[in-house]
């Protein structure tokens, strides 16, 4: 008895839902707790007509059944071909108006393409994709090609950039002449490009500072290729899920269409070394520093001429690795205290015509604090320190009468542990003037006793402040780095304190060994590096032979990506548009590598296996796809609820 009334309440509800779903007519709101508005607008009439010839005026009307909104008309309506004054695009109640305000070419297929910017007012339901399209000749180009737009150094999808095709196949078109046909890419960096007429084409992309639709700027990212297509389509079909509702499927359909090609068109995107060399600003922010900082390196740094201070031998020069940004250490205490200094400074930049140039400007230098205020900083330390003794002294501890002189400290990295390979740095917060070599010590520790070992210790060769020590460091073993007192000196004549560092090194049962052998792409100048799920850079090796070796790799969970070092300069180097030259080309290994201790982790991985929009994880992808517009189908929900309450108040039975 009990199943047969379970029975009969599931057969009256899905009855009752059933007709009340078909029964109801879709009304805006629900202020009566009936039907939602969940149908999206639909075009009833459009002025010209949709794929209409002939087409002379340049304002476009399209009608819709209900009132719509139009989101962001400007970032997400493509008028193709580009407009280079930019058309008004604007809903009007039950209307969407597009002006075009450039002149309308001639035998010219326009499609305006509004995505899935368009919903109805009240409920924001979403039409979907949707384009409209006409000719200002006698036949309408219905060819499509598609494909993805990628950062050339992470593979990252690009969103929002343009892509256009040329007919013009000659190398300087990109810079002279307007894409003839464009798209956005979407959040996946996914193009499709409408209204393509029969020919030869190359793409291109292009991230427009000042919507020209050609390559003008050296900090436009850019995308391009040599290789030529032409558009084809043909029958085909896909299989549609229909879904029962957000977890079950209904049923899997296959669906005719037309499967226009190409479809996997992939534009490695870069941006240009910016090459332009002009100063950006000077900085004092220590008293005894003054940094210059520049958009691009050079070979030579400033030249400094003194006007109300001897600059011969005032500076030591520390400049970056690139020579950028260029720092100069005051060597005197006198300049130091000196708040304002005056100087001439020669260096050089780049002129309007993109060539060097020597130019001198005279600056006034001042620090961040005065000298007053750094004095008067000071004596309150001073102060302090004193009320301390005095404080000690009453109450009979030991106290000092003199203070004590500040010491140089300097940065030992790593500290504590080591693998067999690590390389140890010694870093100063400023330059030194001395260091005593003798006065450097390793000891290894064998049976209990320490004994001396045998190092290399120099200077870093892109930090003059940086040393680094290396030694034939033992797995299982304790060593000790040991400094003598004022060994070390800076230019201010600050000396270090003894230094005892103790270290040791890692059993290699701690760690992970991973081979990756190599294939698909016949380059040897192949650079591996593993990385971290926010891909910092953990290790790299050259691939020897199609193989990369990874040894003593921490147990953790990796990634991998790849590079061809066409110069051989141990790093990724972008492109050049005017030197045809493309970026250092870049793979993605398609999962996560978990090395554990004690394993000897082996990844066999062909590099064009894949194709280049589909070979980085998503789970270190940081362009995620925007979230797809869905009808919401609250009226599946309201049915059931007032078939639940019909059927309660027609049987009495309490569901």
């Not at 809903?91 to 995505?115: C, H, M, P, Q």
């Not at 008293?287 to 001897?310: A, C, E, Q, V």
């Not at 992970?512 to 294939?519: E, K, R, Y």
Request: aromatic residues 10%.
């Amino acid at each position: 008895m009990n199943n047969d009334i379970i029975g009969m309440k599931k057969l009256l509800i899905f009855l009752f839902s059933f007709a009340l779903l078909l029964a109801g007519c879709a009304r805006m709101g629900n202020p009566d707790g009936g039907w939602y508005d969940d149908t999206p607008p639909y075009v009833v009439d459009s002025s010209p007509k949709d794929m209409a010839v002939g087409v002379k005026p340049k304002r476009i009307s399209i009608y819709f059944n209900e009132f719509v909104k139009l989101e962001d008309a400007q970032n997400k309506v493509i008028v193709s071909p580009p407009q280079l004054e930019m058309p008004e695009i604007k809903a009007s109640g039950k209307r969407v108006i597009v002006d075009l305000k450039d002149s309308l070419k001639e035998n010219t297929t326009y499609s305006i393409d509004f995505g899935d910017a368009i919903s109805d007012f009240t409920e924001g339901n979403p039409m979907g994709n949707y384009a409209f399209t006409f000719s200002t000749g006698q036949v309408i180009d219905t060819l499509q090609v598609s494909g993805y737009v990628l950062n050339a150094e992470n593979l990252e999808p690009i969103k929002g950039i343009q892509v256009g095709l040329y007919d013009d196949l000659s190398d300087t078109v990109f810079l002279k002449k307007p894409m003839i046909r464009i798209s956005r890419t979407d959040s996946r960096g996914h193009f499709v490009i409408k209204g393509v007429a029969p020919g030869t084409y190359r793409c291109y992309a292009l991230q427009d500072a000042d919507n020209n639709y050609v390559y003008n700027q050296k900090s436009e990212m850019i995308g391009f290729s040599h290789n030529t297509f032409e558009p084809s389509w043909k029958p085909d079909t896909r299989q549609d899920t229909i879904w029962r509702d957000s977890l079950h499927i209904d049923n899997i359909v296959r669906v005719p269409y037309t499967h226009f090609l190409p479809d996997d068109i992939t534009l490695l995107a870069f941006t240009a070394i910016q090459n332009n060399r002009y100063l950006l600003k000077t900085e004092r922010a220590e008293p005894h520093k003054i940094g210059f900082f520049f958009t691009y390196g050079d070979s030579l740094p400033p030249t400094i001429h003194g006007l109300n201070f001897d600059s011969d031998s005032a500076f030591i020069v520390e400049p970056s690795h690139h020579n950028d940004t260029v720092y100069y250490w005051l060597r005197d205490t006198t300049l130091i205290n000196q708040d304002t200094l005056r100087m001439e400074v020669q260096y050089m930049m780049t002129d309007t015509t993109e060539l060097l140039i020597s130019k001198t400007d005279t600056l006034e230098i001042l620090p961040k604090e005065s000298y007053a205020k750094r004095l008067k900083a000071r004596q309150k330390e001073v102060e302090k320190w004193e009320k301390e003794q005095e404080k000690k002294k009453k109450h009979g501890e030991a106290y000092d009468s003199i203070m004590p002189r500040e010491m140089l400290r300097l940065k030992i990295e790593p500290a504590g542990s080591l693998s067999p390979e690590s390389v140890v740095t010694i870093e100063s917060p400023t330059p030194l003037l001395r260091i005593d070599t003798t006065a450097i010590h390793l000891y290894t520790k064998v049976d209990s006793l320490w004994y001396d070992a045998d190092f290399v210790f120099k200077p870093s060769p892109d930090n003059i402040r940086r040393y680094t020590l290396t030694a034939d460091w033992k797995p299982e073993t304790e060593y000790s780095l040991e400094i003598d007192s004022a060994a070390i000196e800076d230019i201010y004549g600050l000396c270090i304190a003894p230094v005892k560092q103790g270290m040791k090194v890692k059993s290699e049962d701690e760690y992970s060994t991973l081979i990756v052998n190599l294939s698909g792409i016949q380059d040897t100048a192949i650079i591996v590096q593993l990385l971290t799920s926010s891909e910092s850079v953990v290790k790299q090796a050259k691939a020897v032979n199609g193989t990369a070796e990874f040894y003593y790799v921490t147990p953790n969970k990796y990634y991998m990506r790849a590079f061809v070092d066409s110069n051989g300069n141990g790093r990724w180097d972008t492109g050049d548009y005017y030197a045809d030259q493309q970026a250092e080309a870049v793979y993605y290994y398609h999962e996560e590598t978990e090395c554990k201790a004690k394993w000897d982790v082996t990844r066999n991985w062909n590099l064009t296996a894949r194709k280049r929009f589909d070979q980085k994880p998503s789970a270190i992808t940081k362009q995620k796809p925007d979230k797809e517009k869905k009808l919401k189908n609250r009226n599946i929900e309201r049915a059931k609820q007032l078939g639940k309450e019909y059927v309660q108040k027609k049987t009495g039975i309490r569901l």
